[in-house]
């Protein structure tokens, strides 16, 4: 088991930034994957952005490529969302996750074994 808990967000105006972070519980933390989902008010949850066990590789939404940063801190058990230049469209639930090497494609939220609570991240214009 895992858990996950998500924390950092808030309320930011278009343009600014804002770090998410997630911690997870499982000590042996390294091996798996995570990913960052948001669901938006009326939409379906989409996928973020995952970074690989090791942190080597990483993977983006088209809509946040260049704007976001996912990175990790195996060491702590965390992963970290780095969002600049947000926009009122990033307005949404974030949701970390995570799951086991699998070979599936990493944005499908169906791949993820555990997730996180949410945290909601408000953009205003």
């Known amino acids: 088991q895992v858990q996950l808990v998500e924390s950092g967000g808030g309320l930011v105006q278009a343009g600014g930034s804002l770090r998410l972070s997630c911690a997870a519980s499982r000590r042996t933390f390294s091996p798996l994957t995570m990913g960052w989902f948001r669901r938006a008010p009326g939409k379906e949850r989409e996928f973020v952005a995952a970074?690989?066990?090791?942190?080597?590789?990483?993977y983006y939404a088209d809509s946040v490529k260049g704007r976001f940063t996912i990175s990790r801190d195996n060491a702590k058990n965390t992963v970290l969302l780095q969002m600049n230049s947000v926009k009122p469209e990033d307005t949404a639930v974030y949701y970390c996750?995570?799951?086991?090497?699998?070979?599936?494609?990493?944005?499908?939220?169906?791949?993820?074994?555990?997730w996180g609570q949410g945290t909601q991240v408000t953009v205003s214009s």
């Open positions: 970074i690989t066990g090791s942190g080597i590789s990483t």
């Open positions: 996750a995570a799951r086991g090497a699998k070979s599936a494609s990493r944005t499908l939220e169906e791949t993820y074994d555990y």
